[in-house]
């Protein structure tokens, strides 16, 4: 990456297409933080969409810094610190999907509103409690899997919350018109079928948070079983529960695939592969505790429910 002289120079070489693209991500922004968009594009000749981006460039990079979860906010904060040839493109990707970082270059105007705005405190606040809203959002999508838009909003909430989750743009799921469907979901007949079921298990705000977190399978009798069985026989620290965590256990259950013999055989991979056991009794019975520590967790299939409270 290289530094220009300011955002202007960033732009000015742009097509007129494109930066009528940026300025619709900007008045996007200004819906959800219900600032004033004066301005008709279609009807501005292309120095004056360039004036206007640059007029409008502290607006435009405090929403999108504000509207960022925590994880890319921190990661923005380092990249701040650094030498802007250290860095790369693809580092800057959050900014550049919002036309503030284009042709591998920043303005140098543009880095230093960046370091002014990730070092306030109040920016701090609002992206930690952007990413409680986007884990809730995440979590309603695990539990389920599809729901029809008015629900979605509702468990969200409210309107507002709804609208920073429709700008964040998740990879897990996608909205449309009338749906929010989970992107590992893709035959038409089950989505339909999901959605028409209005039989959902309720959570609780905490629950759907730590389903998007990832963290939900801690509060599980059969996950405490389960680090019970391997603290017993393994000399676990902290970065060895994550790491179980990521590779074995959230895969397998957050998955949330209904094809079981697939999932028990990448299970069954997995374990050979990152443990070794010499007594194959310990390995069945660690892989038989987690398939238990599955049948109490949130199945979309089931609406919410678990395979345990169903077999009741």
């Not at 900007?26 to 004066?38: D, G, S």
């Not at 981006?53 to 923005?76: A, C, G, H, M, P």
């Not at 503030?100 to 880095?111: A, C, Q, R, W, Y």
């Amino acid at each position: 990456m290289k530094l220009e002289v300011s955002y202007y120079e960033i732009i000015k070489n742009l097509k007129k297409e494109m930066l009528i693209t940026i300025i619709n991500k900007f008045h996007a922004f200004c819906e959800v933080f219900n600032y004033p968009m004066a301005v008709e594009v279609n009807k501005l000749k292309k120095e004056d969409i360039i004036n206007y981006l640059v007029d409008k460039q502290k607006v435009y990079l405090k929403f999108i810094i504000e509207s960022l979860d925590y994880k890319t906010f921190k990661t923005l904060k380092k990249l701040s610190k650094k030498k802007i040839n250290n860095t790369t493109s693809n580092d800057w990707n959050v900014l550049s999907t919002y036309g503030l970082v284009t042709n591998e270059s920043i303005g140098k105007d543009t880095f230093i509103l960046l370091k002014k705005y990730v070092s306030q405190k109040s920016a701090v606040k609002r992206v930690k409690e952007n990413s409680k809203i986007y884990a809730i959002a995440e979590g309603i999508i695990v539990a389920y899997g599809v729901l029809p838009l008015d629900d979605f909003k509702k468990l969200l909430g409210n309107e507002e919350n709804y609208k920073l989750v429709w700008l964040h743009a998740s990879l897990n799921y996608e909205i449309n018109e009338d749906k929010v469907i989970s992107k590992k979901l893709s035959n038409k007949r089950k989505i339909n079928k999901y959605c028409r079921d209005k039989n959902l298990k309720e959570f609780g705000v905490t629950d759907f948070r730590r389903l998007g977190e990832e963290t939900y399978h801690h509060y599980n009798r059969q996950y405490k079983k389960l680090m019970h069985e391997i603290k017993s026989n393994y000399i676990f620290r902290k970065h060895d529960i994550m790491f179980l965590d990521s590779v074995v256990i959230i895969p397998y259950l957050y998955n949330n695939s209904s094809d079981e013999k697939e999932a028990a055989e990448a299970l069954d991979a997995t374990i050979e592969k990152y443990f070794e056991i010499s007594r194959i009794n310990l390995k069945n019975d660690i892989i038989t505790k987690i398939k238990e520590l599955k049948k109490s967790f949130p199945m979309w299939e089931l609406r919410g429910y678990t395979i345990s409270e169903v077999e009741k």
